[in-house]
């Protein structure tokens, strides 16, 4: 392969088998003369019950002195993921130093994760979530709808960034 000649297809999960693949790539306009170094595949999400094991600060119920952090704990995506590590290692370093965080605001994307994570879904049929507007808590006074749903975005925005903010304020207190 010369340099600049290999491109990736990201998140291309599926269950065809890699000749099938190729014949439908090769039906692409451009692809017919295309050589593939990698083909997808399906992957194995490894995850825990985390509403079942974790308490709202992501540690081990059990066992309150393991804390669980990214993707294992039931969250999808990269910014999730790093999210729920960076909340976990915020919690562990506030607890080695004798402080106390208050539980991260539910109206924030990171308060629903982990409310989704510790105790929102059901722990019989939990899977792993994105973050989406479907976790936040319904705003007061917004109208449904598809005409609603850029100023129900908004608000929803708007109120986390307040929550986080405030948040952080009682943290530097």
Same mark, same amino acid.
């Given at each position: 392969?010369?340099?600049?000649t290999?491109?990736?297809?990201?998140g291309?999960?599926?269950?065809?088998?890699?000749?099938?693949?190729?014949?439908?790539?090769?039906?692409?306009?451009?692809?017919?003369?295309?050589?593939?170094?990698?083909?997808?595949?399906?992957?194995?999400?490894t995850?825990?019950?985390?509403?079942?094991?974790?308490?709202?600060?992501?540690?081990?119920?059990?066992?309150?002195? #393991?804390?669980?952090?990214? %993707?294992? &704990?039931?969250?999808?995506?990269? $910014?999730?993921s790093?999210?729920? =590590?960076?909340? +976990?290692?915020?919690?562990?370093?506030?607890?080695?130093?004798?402080?106390? #965080?208050?539980?991260i605001? %539910?109206? &924030?994307?990171?308060g629903?994760? $982990?409310?989704?994570?510790?105790? =929102?879904?059901? +722990?019989?049929?939990?899977?792993?979530?994105?973050?989406?507007?479907?976790?936040?808590?319904?705003?007061?006074?917004?109208?449904?709808?598809?005409?609603?749903?850029?100023?129900?975005?908004?608000?929803?925005?708007?109120?986390?960034k307040?929550?986080?903010?405030?948040?952080?304020?009682?943290?530097?207190?």
């Amino acid at each position: 392969m010369q340099l600049g000649t290999l491109y990736n297809i990201v998140g291309f999960q599926t269950k065809m088998k890699y000749g099938a693949q190729t014949e439908v790539f090769k039906m692409i306009p451009g692809l017919q003369d295309a050589s593939f170094a990698r083909l997808g595949g399906i992957h194995r999400n490894t995850f825990i019950n985390s509403p079942t094991l974790l308490d709202a600060q992501m540690r081990l119920k059990s066992r309150p002195n #393991i804390r669980f952090a990214g %993707q294992i &704990t039931g969250v999808e995506g990269y $910014v999730e993921s790093a999210s729920m =590590g960076l909340l +976990a290692g915020r919690y562990a370093a506030a607890e080695i130093l004798g402080n106390d #965080i208050p539980p991260i605001p %539910q109206d &924030t994307a990171m308060g629903a994760l $982990v409310h989704h994570i510790t105790g =929102g879904a059901d +722990a019989k049929t939990f899977q792993p979530m994105n973050v989406n507007f479907g976790l936040f808590q319904p705003v007061d006074g917004l109208k449904g709808g598809r005409r609603g749903r850029k100023d129900r975005y908004k608000a929803y925005t708007d109120r986390a960034k307040v929550a986080f903010s405030e948040w952080l304020k009682q943290q530097d207190d």
